[in-house]
C-alpha cells in the first residue's frame, strides 16, 4: 500500500480483514466448531433453525461486501485519489458498522434457543 494512506484507511482495511475473517466463522461449515472452541456445544439441529440461520445470514451477507469495500478502497489509494479515498473508505467503514450491528442479533437468537431448550427440558422432567 503507498505511503499516502492514512491512519483511517489502515485501521478501516485490518478491521475488515478481522470482522470478515470472524464472520466467516459463522458458516455452516465453522459455527458448531466455533461456539465449541467459545466453550458452547449446540447440536447440529442448531444450523436448521430459522432464526438462528437468518441472522448468521444477515451477518454473512453484510461481511461478504467488505472484500470488494476494501479492493476499492485500495485501488483508490494506490491511484492516489483522495475523493475516491475517502468516500471508499466511508464505506468501508459504514459496512463495518452494519456488520458488527448485526452480530448481537446471533448471540440474541442463540441465547432463545438455549432458553428455549431449557425451558422444553424442565416441562418435560
Do not use: C, W
Not at 28 to 57: H, K, M, N, Y
Amino acid at each position: 500500500m503507498p505511503d499516502h494512506a492514512g491512519t483511517v484507511e489502515r485501521l478501516a482495511i485490518e478491521l475488515a480483514e478481522v470482522i470478515g475473517r470472524i464472520a466467516g466463522k459463522l458458516n455452516d461449515d465453522e459455527v458448531l466448531d466455533t461456539l465449541e472452541e467459545l466453550g458452547v456445544r449446540f447440536p447440529e439441529e442448531l444450523l436448521a433453525d430459522p432464526a438462528i440461520t437468518a441472522a448468521r445470514s444477515t451477518v454473512a451477507t453484510a461481511a461478504g461486501q467488505l472484500t470488494g469495500l476494501v479492493k476499492q478502497l485500495s485501488n483508490a489509494i494506490d491511484a492516489g485519489d483522495t475523493a475516491a479515498t475517502l468516500a471508499a473508505s466511508l464505506e468501508l467503514v459504514t459496512q463495518i458498522g452494519r456488520v458488527t450491528a448485526a452480530i448481537p442479533d446471533v448471540y440474541a437468537q442463540l441465547k432463545a434457543a438455549v432458553e428455549q431448550d431449557n425451558a422444553a427440558r424442565a416441562t418435560s422432567a
